[in-house]
């Protein structure tokens, strides 16, 4: 019996880069998850299929599937940003328990989350915590504590 609440689903969907992947389990997914996030810059976003949506849902608007969200990263060098998501798709950033004192401008550029600025030198962390913590997420299915966390409006 698998005790991760995040390994009760059929597809895991994995965005890197703007390449799209499908996996059938969520131990294939961490795989290769760690292994994108060995590379020096990425963006990360992974899914799960949680199920079909009503009949309604599928007939007027054609939405098919509903998919939570679970983890959306990005990292330039040694730096990085992090956002995990509850079971209602709510988001959480990562905010380092102690603020990060040197940051690269040139690698804090690349982590913006599709906004038009970066983000804030506040929830910048380390990209050996953001692996670690990713991990933990992804065995557990619960937002590790080697971080605080800030509701995203």
């Known amino acids: 019996m698998n005790n991760n609440s995040l390994g009760i689903y059929d597809k895991y969907y994995l965005t890197f880069n703007d390449e799209d992947f499908v996996f059938d389990d969520i131990k294939a997914a961490e795989i290769q998850i ?3 996030l060995n590379e020096r810059d990425g963006r990360l976003m992974s899914m799960a299929d949680d199920g079909a949506r009503p009949w309604w849902q599928r007939y007027l608007f054609g939405l098919k599937r509903f998919h939570r969200l679970l983890l959306s990263c990005e990292w330039s060098g040694d730096i990085a940003g992090l956002n995990l998501y ?4 709510s988001e959480y950033r990562a905010r380092p328990l102690a603020r990060l004192e040197i940051v690269d401008a040139s690698s804090k550029a690349m ?3 599709g906004e038009a600025q970066p983000i804030d030198d506040n929830f910048l962390v380390l990209k050996e915590d953001l692996k670690t913590a990713v991990k933990q997420f992804l065995a557990s299915g619960v937002r590790p504590e080697c971080f605080n966390y800030e509701f995203v409006e």
């Open 86 to 89: 509850d079971e209602n798709s």
């Open 111 to 113: 982590i913006s989350f």
């Open 34 to 36: 760690m292994n994108y």
